[in-house]
Structures are given as structure tokens and as C-alpha cells.
């Protein structure tokens, strides 16, 4: 909930009050604050809100993750480069039901922003597929799925992959099967 150079400011503050306790002779006040500053520093890199917004999202409680987002009013000022690539890869999941243009927006920029875990990458990769599948640009999909399919290393993704390959491989057939018939047709 604070700006993230606060955070800075109160984890450099909690270190020198662990240091003066330590000169007072007082090691377990000391360490008990030392242990405290972890704390803000962890917040500093782990936003608290973005943690909390995907606690939501793996109950599938869209509308509580959207209220968390929506905490957030300047991801650009309040966050550091990674966290805002969370951010649009959240809104792009949510919004990814209703909206596919706005999606693709989010997914891009949080791929341009980058993200922290290969398997977060490879999802939002995986997403933007399927976004261009829909749209017909089948050579951009395919790029992505590539792209994804290298980023999942723990094959998560398999099954999800492989069906989307499989319907390109159907969105291609029509246009194969109507030009033989086409040519048949044209020869009689």
C-alpha cells in the first residue's frame, strides 16, 4: 500500500535502528529489526497489492482481483519495471474473457515489461496465440506458440499447446479442401 521508494526509506530506517541497537548492547532488538527490514524490502520487489490480486485469481474471483488492481491508480509511478509487467499480464487474464483487443494490449505490454517466471511469460506468449489465432494472422501464432512452448519448461502448458496447434492445423484445411475442389471443379 505504500509507494515503493517509501518502502526504501522505511527498510533503510528499521536497519538503523537495528544498528543503534546493537551498539546499545540490545542484539535481540537488533536482529528482531533486522528481520523487519526484510519485510519492506521484500514488498519493494513483490508488490503487496499484485500478491493479494493473484491470491484472488487462483480462486477464480475475477471481480475481487479486479478491485485489488484497481488500488493501483499510477502503475508506472508506483511500481518497479517487472511488477507493472504483472500488473498488464493480470488485467490482459482478466479482461482476456471479455475483451481480446484490450487483452492483446495488456499481454504485449507485459512481454515488452517483462516478467519474472519463464511460466508466466510462456502463458501470456500463450494467450497472445490464441488472441492472434481468432484474429486469422495464423504466422503470428505461431511464432507465439514456438516462443511459449521454449519458455514452458515444466510442460504445464503441454495439452493447452498442442490443442492450439491442432486447431491451426484446422484453420488451414478449409482453404486446402475448397481449392482441390476448386481445381477439380475447373478441370471438368
Request: net charge positive; charged share 25%; aromatic share 10%.
Amino acid at each position: 500500500m505504500f509507494h515503493k521508494n517509501i518502502k526504501l526509506v522505511l527498510a533503510a530506517l528499521i536497519i538503523a535502528l537495528a544498528v543503534w541497537q546493537f551498539v546499545e548492547g540490545n542484539i535481540g532488538n537488533g536482529i528482531m529489526y533486522l528481520l523487519l527490514s526484510t519485510v519492506f524490502i521484500f514488498l519493494y520487489f513483490k508488490n503487496e497489492i499484485i500478491l493479494l490480486a493473484f491470491l484472488r485469481l487462483r480462486k477464480q474471483d475475477f471481480p475481487g482481483a479486479k478491485k485489488w488492481l484497481d488500488k493501483i491508480k499510477n502503475p508506472e509511478a508506483a511500481l518497479v519495471t517487472k511488477q507493472q509487467g504483472y500488473y498488464n499480464y493480470l488485467n490482459g487474464l482478466m479482461v482476456s474473457q471479455t475483451n481480446m483487443n484490450e487483452a492483446e494490449k495488456y499481454f504485449k505490454k507485459s512481454i515488452s515489461l517483462g516478467l519474472s517466471m519463464d511460466a508466466d511469460m510462456a502463458m501470456a506468449k500463450l494467450n497472445l496465440a490464441g488472441i492472434a489465432m481468432t484474429k486469422n494472422r495464423k504466422r503470428e501464432a505461431q511464432i507465439l506458440l514456438k516462443e511459449a512452448k521454449k519458455l514452458d519448461k515444466h510442460n504445464m502448458m503441454d495439452e493447452q499447446i498442442k490443442m492450439m496447434q491442432q486447431q491451426m492445423k484446422k484453420m488451414g484445411q478449409p482453404r486446402q479442401q475448397f481449392g482441390k475442389q476448386a481445381g477439380r471443379a475447373g478441370r471438368r
